[in-house]
């Protein structure tokens, strides 16, 4: 386990331009460096590195970080891991905490299940290229399909021999034990459990073998044509896609994933440059597969096969990718092709013009299939009604959600009241669902909870031993929450990949997100974002010298009247954030605390706000003596915090007048005169504060003290 002084010390070593530099070419741009993006496709750069700040920007897809965050997102590993990465990087040797017993032997009996699956896996490879029945058997298969050697090596494709021990009596003789090889699926009762069959491997992430796939070649109507691993320590199905190790960099960068059925289709594929590809191994989508998806991108495109049969019964399982806010496309191939078939057929430049020209909405897609099917009939078309309005009730953006009403209900040839009212009846159901799931999985907790011992009673003979001290827990993600001052990593139970969790100080779960860029338009959304920013990038600044007071205590004291009339629940956060940080510091929180903020939204956050997208260029003075009339914002903090909060307490006090005023003329109206009273004095004394906000006095405060 590392320890936190080591990793801190990491932290505080890495250079975002060395570090990046190992993988972009960078060229200067006044007092930042630019190059081509490594997460998406582009010719003008738009990527952005901040030596000064020690972070990175990309203003084409907006990732964002620290140097830590960079090798996280490129190269998809773990935490410990990008610290380790770099403390080899810069010569520096990690300090790490001892495992207890325990500790050890969970960490030795998962490392060792990698090590057995590593040694099968270089076994079945030996079998395909060394061994006449390999070569005659499984390699002329495989070179039928035209895969070349090394995509063949890349995908860890092998051959198990027909024979019902060889692999466990070579396994045993170099040293792996029985129950390993059982644990693994290996092995059962001394006998293969895989013969006869060209293997593919399967892999986590970090490239380590997982499980295997066995492929039978013999026409055999008692063997199943595939047999899989069983479910184990290291190997959980529902949340591994195959393919995705290899495709995860080409994924991130096309910002797209191509969804398969088969192994073979996605070896095919990616042999002829269609590397983001990936296959469910013939199930149906499940929740832990979609947030694989998710951590790479939030496009998938479904390739069919031109059975409609086919397609109809996977388009049940495809729902769960509009749960999490994926946008989902879809190519039907022709008929009777599969992916590697067709490719085989047509060549690949043939193959990828197909993909773009026939590519289309899932939703869309989904409504002429299943209108086609059912004709003219007034049921059919009414069943329709409702199928689509269950998955559009899936959709939790309104804006998208409005325009597939718009889309369809054109399509369908109904009013868009009538799509509208279907949905509001699948949204109630569905939650109604989710509710009684929930309260399922609680009492099902609960029963499977266990439970404390008695108390020892006065004739127990026994001492009470007062309260005892909760069992220690990990916290969210995998990350340590009893122990802290260590790392763990993926050996101990960790993730890969996954970030530390996510919180702001006191705040109640769930987490709250920044609003999307199409709802900063909303109220006064696009107002609080800038409020987070000047608190972000300005707050430690100097704003008067008499009173020796910052930005941060100035904007602080002028919104607190106004904090619960915020539309955004995240900016609030970050704006309270700033408020207890002050509180317990006694001073205000710089931008170096959000850029290492534990949520990594508000990391995020301060990134877009201390890189400039646009820079002043030294041309206008040294070539064209063209002198700035005024500061720069990020140089001219007082007057951008006074314009801004003059402007911000103007529109939330209005809204309160407002709001106070619609409430005044409800009780006029009502007659109740004796109620009006308190809302009079409030509404004098919005009036007053407006005015005050008008006026030249607005900015000499003397903050309190907790300020």
Request: charged share 25%; aromatic share 10%.
């Amino acid at each position: 386990m590392i320890l936190e002084e080591s990793v801190r010390e990491v932290i505080d070593t890495a250079r975002i331009e060395d570090v990046v530099g190992d993988f972009v070419s960078l060229k200067r741009r006044g007092q930042n460096l630019t190059g081509l993006c490594p997460f998406h496709n582009e010719n003008t750069p738009s990527f952005n590195v901040n030596p000064a700040r020690n972070i990175y920007k990309c203003f084409g897809c907006g990732v964002g970080g620290d140097p830590v965050k960079f090798l996280i997102e490129l190269e998809q590993i773990s935490f410990p891991d990008a610290i380790k990465w770099l403390a080899r990087r810069y010569n520096i040797k990690l300090k790490e905490k001892e495992l207890t017993d325990e500790q050890q032997v969970v960490f030795k009996e998962k490392e060792s299940l990698y090590l057995v699956n590593e040694f099968a896996r270089q076994w079945y490879e030996q079998q395909l290229y060394e061994t006449d029945e390999g070569k005659s058997v499984g390699l002329s298969y495989f070179k039928g399909r035209g895969f070349r050697e090394e995509v063949m090596r890349k995908f860890g494709l092998g051959y198990a021999p027909n024979s019902r021990d060889a692999f466990t009596r070579k396994a045993l003789a170099t040293g792996y034990k029985k129950d390993q090889l059982q644990k693994l699926g290996l092995s059962r009762n001394g006998r293969d459990f895989f013969y006869d069959r060209v293997m593919f491997t399967i892999h986590n992430l970090t490239g380590k073998p997982i499980a295997f796939a066995g492929r039978i070649l013999k026409k055999d109507a008692k063997a199943p044509k595939y047999v899989n691993s069983p479910e184990t320590e290291i190997y959980h199905k529902s949340n591994v896609l195959y393919g995705m190790f290899q495709a995860k960099q080409s994924i991130r960068k096309l910002d797209n994933v191509y969804l398969v059925e088969g192994y073979t289709d996605v070896i095919s594929l990616a042999q002829h440059g269609v590397e983001n590809v990936v296959a469910s191994s013939g199930t149906s989508l499940t929740p832990g597969q979609v947030s694989l998806i998710k951590r790479f991108t939030d496009n998938v495109t479904l390739l069919y096969d031109g059975d409609k049969a086919g397609i109809k019964a996977a388009l049940r399982g495809v729902d769960i990718l509009l749960d999490q806010d994926m946008t989902v496309r879809c190519v039907r191939l022709p008929e009777g092709e599969d992916p590697d078939s067709y490719l085989q057929s047509v060549g690949t430049t043939a193959f990828v013009d197909y993909l773009t020209k026939q590519r289309q909405d899932f939703m869309i897609f989904k409504a002429k299939l299943l209108l086609d099917e059912s004709g003219n009939d007034l049921g059919g078309k009414t069943a329709v009604i409702q199928n689509l309005a269950e998955s559009l009730a899936r959709i939790n953006q309104p804006l998208k959600r409005a325009e597939y009403i718009k889309q369809l209900a054109e399509l369908i040839g109904v009013q868009e009241n009538l799509l509208v009212g279907q949905i509001n009846k699948a949204v109630g159901s569905r939650q109604k669902q989710l509710q009684q799931d929930a309260q399922r999985n609680e009492w099902k907790a609960r029963r499977e909870r266990p439970q404390p011992p008695p108390a020892p009673g006065p004739d127990s003979g026994g001492a009470d031993p007062g309260p005892q001290a909760p069992p220690a827990t990990h916290g969210d993600e995998g990350w340590p929450g009893a122990e802290p001052g260590w790392y763990g990593d993926e050996q101990a139970g960790m993730d890969p990949g996954a970030p530390p969790p996510d919180f702001f100080p006191g705040a109640p779960p769930p987490p709250v997100e920044e609003p999307l860029e199409e709802e900063l338009a909303i109220g006064h959304t696009y107002q609080e974002r800038y409020l987070a920013i000047l608190l972000m990038r300005d707050g430690a600044k100097l704003y008067d010298e008499a009173t020796n007071s910052t930005i941060a205590q100035f904007l602080l004291v002028n919104v607190q009247d106004v904090l619960d009339d915020f539309d955004s629940p995240f900016y609030r956060l970050v704006v309270e954030d700033a408020r207890n940080y002050f509180q317990e510091k006694g001073k205000p929180a710089d931008l170096d605390y959000y850029l290492a903020h534990a949520d990594q939204k508000v990391r995020k956050l301060a990134v877009d706000s201390s890189i400039s997208r646009y820079t002043m260029s030294p041309n206008w003075v040294s070539k064209y003596g063209k002198y700035l009339s005024q500061k720069l914002p990020e140089e001219n903090q007082r007057a951008a915090a006074d314009s801004f909060i003059r402007i911000f307490r103007q529109e939330k006090l209005q809204r309160k007048i407002d709001q106070n005023m619609r409430k005044i003329r409800e009780l006029q109206s009502a007659g109740q005169h004796e109620e009006l009273i308190p809302y009079l004095k409030l509404q004098s004394e919005l009036i007053k504060l407006k005015n005050q906000t008008l006026g030249e006095n607005m900015q000499k405060f003397t903050p309190p003290k907790y300020y």
